[in-house]
């Protein structure tokens, strides 16, 4: 009983939180080290910046972030930021085990994964227990707590009024288990950026990702674990 009330706290602890991105009259925010405006001030985000936010508390948000590729954690007010979730979403329209086809007002995002070949792949474990795994072909990865994984992400394709953008392989190629039904997109119309979000894992290696793709580009992804 006391796992299942931990699991049950950690489920609506997590239920709330979601991608944002920073939205402020200034064009930026401050970052606070504390839910608090004392002298505390750890970071500055700019306007249009991607953010992994937690259920606000009062006035304030915990968030999770990636930059200059560190990972960073602060607070914020609650109301400088626009979830994604805000913009118009792309609806699910058709799906199989392995493919996802959203649609909606000329956009069109296919997304498929593969069984992840382990015979092919490079990989490292760590010395000291073998059975724990490392690397995949030289990178860290996301996805599975050590274990080799049984799924990858094999495409990403974006068709945005006939012009299709199809996701370099360097945007996926380290991220495994993908749960593609937990996909969501959504499309800021305003500014013409496409978010495609997932939440994924085996069950241990829980992670959060995010590709954004601006003016019919590819532009970044952010991944954070999410808890």
Do not use: H
């Amino acid at each position: 009983m006391k796992v299942i009330s931990i699991l049950l706290v950690f489920f609506f602890n997590n239920a709330f939180a979601q991608f944002a991105v920073i939205k402020d009259n200034d064009e930026y925010v401050n970052i606070r080290t504390e839910a608090s405006i004392e002298n505390n001030v750890s970071d500055k985000l700019n306007n249009g910046f991607v953010v992994y936010c937690f259920e606000p508390k009062n006035n304030w948000i915990n968030i999770d972030y990636s930059k200059n590729n560190k990972d960073r954690n602060g607070y914020l007010y609650k109301n400088r930021v626009q979830y994604l979730s805000e913009f118009t979403t792309i609806p699910l329209i058709k799906k199989t085990q392995t493919q996802v086809i959203f649609e909606k007002n000329g956009l069109n995002i296919s997304i498929e994964s593969k069984n992840f070949e382990s015979n092919s792949a490079k990989l490292t474990f760590l010395e000291k227990d073998k059975s724990i795994l490392k690397k995949i072909n030289g990178k860290d990865f996301w996805g599975t707590d050590g274990g080799i994984p049984k799924s990858t992400y094999k495409s990403i394709a974006v068709v945005i009024d006939n012009n299709t953008i199809e996701l370099p392989k360097n945007a996926f190629d380290d991220l495994f288990e993908p749960n593609l039904y937990n996909t969501k997109i959504n499309f800021d119309k305003k500014n013409n950026i496409l978010y495609i979000a997932s939440s994924n894992s085996d069950g241990a290696g829980g992670y959060e990702i995010v590709w954004v793709i601006e003016k019919g580009k590819y532009k970044e992804r952010k991944i954070v674990y999410g808890f």
